[in-house]
Every structure is written in structure tokens, then in C-alpha cells.
Nanobody
Framework: QVQLVESGGGLVQAGGSLRLSCAVS????????MGWYRQAPGKQRELVAT???????NYVDSVKNRFTITRDNAKNTAYLQMNSLKPEDTAVYYC??????????????WGQGTQVTVSS
């Protein structure tokens, strides 16, 4: 019943910006790491960015200095600010949350995906 709702995708020209959001609800326990993944047509899903509960971030090399992942723990929400977008950023972007239950069992939950399309 854990729910991740994504928003913010759309169509943008190369060089433009978008901001994705991911709100987590209906969970019991604590949210640990959160991340953004993307999948382009015909390609495997790849990790884009992660952020720990303490705010430590990691990025795939192709988005460093262009994308920024943040989180607002009070709102149970993660964000992905995407600047200087390139056509190769076109993909469906998925949010993931790692939730630890009161029994200290971790499980991954995924958002529904949001389409990001960058035109040349």
C-alpha cells in the first residue's frame, strides 16, 4: 500500500529545465535512501541519482553538474531538478524509495513513472 506519486515531467527544448517530484505516502516505518532512475525505449533502466536520509547524494556521470536531487523529509518528498537538458535525457523517469519496516526489513517501492522528452 506504499504509494509514490511522481509529477513534473513534460516536453522541453534542449537547454531547458524541468523539476520532478516524488511524494511518498501510506508507509509504516522510515524512508531511507531515495533515488531517480530512467528508462529510454529499448534500453535498460539506469540509475540517475540517489540521496540518503542524511542528504548524501550520488549521480551518474552523464548528469553531474546538470541535475540536482534533493529531499524534504517533512513532506516525504524527493525532487530532481534537471537543467541544461539534452535529447539523450529523454526517458521515463521513475522514483524509488527504500522503506525500512518496524521489523527492520527493507523493501523498495517504485513510482508510476513520468515522461521527460527533450527536443533538439
Amino acid at each position: 500500500q506504499v504509494q509514490l506519486v511522481e509529477s513534473g515531467g513534460g516536453l522541453v527544448q534542449a537547454g531547458g529545465s524541468l523539476r520532478l517530484s516524488c511524494a511518498v505516502s501510506r508507509y509504516i516505518g522510515s524512508i531511507n535512501a531515495m533515488g531517480w532512475y530512467r528508462q529510454a525505449p529499448g534500453k535498460q533502466r539506469e540509475l540517475v541519482a540517489t540521496i540518503t536520509s542524511g542528504g548524501t547524494t550520488n549521480y551518474v556521470d552523464s548528469v553531474k553538474n546538470r541535475f540536482t536531487i534533493t529531499r524534504d523529509n517533512a513532506k516525504n518528498t524527493a525532487y530532481l531538478q534537471m537543467n541544461s537538458l539534452k535529447p539523450e535525457d529523454t526517458a521515463v523517469y521513475y522514483c524509488k524509495a527504500v522503506v525500512t519496516s518496524p521489523f527492520l526489513v527493507e523493501f523498495d517501492y517504485w513510482g508510476q513513472g513520468t515522461q521527460v522528452t527533450v527536443s533538439s
